[in-house]
Nanobody, 119 residues
Framework: QVQLVESGGGLVQAGGSLRLSCAASGVINSIDTMGWYRQAPGKQRELVAAISSGGNTNYADSVKGRFTISRDNSKNAVYLSMNSLKIEDTAVYYC?????????????WGQGTQVTVSS
């Protein structure tokens, strides 16, 4: 059994910054790709950013140059630094990780954290 716990969401004005954190727990053998997704009301969940175990990253076009994903493998953690936030970034943000624990593969999801950007 594995668990992803997120933190760092909240309310911020347009142009502001937030940093999301997500940590995995359990008897973990390895973690491959980690990522952040978001889902706005009435919309499908979409990939925001992802980072491989080797540190390769990819971003949605809408966040390139504003968001930065990073990870700390020693802490089984992934982070999302969000700058120059826009109203359209408002969504529930979910952490995702491909985890092998006790030799069982999990495509794990966090519970979600709300990010609200106001004008």
């Amino acid at each position: 059994q594995v668990q992803l716990v997120e933190s760092g969401g909240g309310l911020v004005q347009a142009g502001g910054s937030l940093r999301l954190s997500c940590a995995a727990s359990g008897v973990i053998n390895s973690i491959d790709t980690m990522g952040w997704y978001r889902q706005a009301p009435g919309k499908q969940r979409e990939l925001v950013a992802a980072i491989s175990s080797g540190g390769n990253t990819n971003y949605a076009d809408s966040v390139k140059g504003r968001f930065t994903i990073s990870r700390d493998n020693s802490k089984n953690a992934v982070y999302l630094s969000m700058n120059s936030l826009k109203i359209e970034d408002t969504a529930v943000y979910y952490c995702n990780a491909e985890i092998t624990a006790r030799r069982v593969f999990y495509n794990a999801w966090g519970q979600g954290t709300q990010v609200t950007v106001s004008s």
